[in-house]
């Protein structure tokens, strides 16, 4: 794929044909939008086209994470479609000015937050039974919107976006199938199959922060800790959309200590074993 950059594809010139939008139904609109959709699965990124790590001084804090199996969807709920016969309806997440996937700040920071529901969960990876997770969530967020006080509390740490740091095919086509209920006949039908792109595994994101201690009561967390905690978090919980299917899962970096073997057989088990339902 030559084209320069995946939004403008995506976003402007994969639905730029009128003859695709006067016959959404028909095989000549499904033929082209299959070999688009086959364009940006095989659009391979080089490192010029990746977007930028941010400055030390202002995102000191951070690390890498990989998608696993079967992979990651962000911006699924941007506006994406004209009806087209194998179109990919879904909407993608990429940056307007280098066209490359990013998971936005404020979806990282929903992730996170939405972990914080399960005060138990935190004092376990925290190892501090006697933490008020209260007071700790509201001291990283900010008070929440659904919180009707006057006094509103800012967080003290900022989230920016997660970006892909691994070069290579990064994006691949999926398919989810609904269906309609026939109530006659008490059962499924009419199949609706829907095209989508995804993020491929393996594609390595860095997630960057700006983080500060956190002392209260003789508790004392630091950024480092934050880092692991949100680390953590992610690993567990996954992020983007449809994580209760196994999609968002996010996994470490392999070591460059591991073998060549070690790595083989991390993708084979990845590959086959059988994940719990991870809910956000």
Not at 43 to 72: D, Q, V
Not at 144 to 165: C, L, M, N, V
Not at 228 to 242: H, P, V
């Amino acid at each position: 794929m030559t084209t320069k950059n995946l939004n403008y594809f995506y976003y402007v010139e994969y639905c730029d044909d009128p003859k695709m939008i006067l016959h959404t139904d028909s095989d000549t609109t499904q033929n082209k939008l299959q070999r688009k959709n086959g364009e940006l699965a095989n659009y391979s990124a080089s490192a010029c086209k990746l977007m930028k790590p941010l400055n030390e001084n202002i995102a000191p804090n951070h690390f890498e994470l990989r998608t696993a199996y079967p992979g990651l969807l962000i911006g699924t709920g941007l506006p994406h479609s004209f009806g087209g016969k194998g179109e990919a309806a879904l909407g993608l997440t990429l940056d307007y000015v280098t066209g490359m996937p990013y998971i936005p700040a404020s979806s990282v920071k929903g992730a996170l937050r939405s972990a914080f529901v399960h005060k138990d969960y935190i004092k376990e990876l925290l190892k501090s039974a006697d933490i008020d997770v209260v007071d700790f969530e509201i001291s990283i967020f900010g008070s929440s919107h659904s919180d009707k006080s006057e006094s509103k509390i800012q967080g003290s740490d900022i989230f920016f976006d997660a970006i892909i740091t691994s070069t290579g095919r990064i994006l691949d086509t999926d398919n989810i199938t609904s269906h309609r209920h026939n109530k006659d006949l008490l059962e499924l039908a009419a199949p609706n199959p829907i095209t989508m792109i995804r993020i491929r595994p393996d594609v390595i994101f860095k997630f960057q922060f700006q983080l500060t201690d956190y002392e209260k009561d003789e508790i004392k967390i630091t950024a480092e800790q934050k880092l692991g905690l949100f680390k953590q978090i992610l690993i567990d919980l996954g992020i983007g959309a449809k994580t209760n299917v196994g999609y968002g899962t996010l996994e470490e970096t392999f070591s460059v200590e591991k073998s060549q073997e070690e790595i083989l057989m991390n993708g084979f088990l990845n590959g086959i074993r059988i994940r719990e339902p991870r809910r956000r």
